[in-house]
């Protein structure tokens, strides 16, 4: 299976993630901390 394929595979099985935007990296930092606690397994 191709990196591509088993990254959609696993968006596919989680049906969610999460996509982070500011220019901020230690706002970004916190943000994905915060989503990955939450229980998001794939943030952007």
């Known amino acids: 299976m191709t990196n591509?394929?088993?990254?959609?595979?696993?968006?596919?099985?989680?049906?969610?993630?999460?996509i982070i935007r500011t220019d901020d990296q230690?706002?970004?930092a916190d943000a994905m901390s915060a989503a990955v606690a939450g229980g998001f397994r794939i943030v952007e």
């Open 4 to 18: 591509k394929r088993s990254i959609l595979t696993k968006i596919e099985a989680r049906k969610i993630s999460a």
């Open 26 to 28: 230690k706002l970004a």
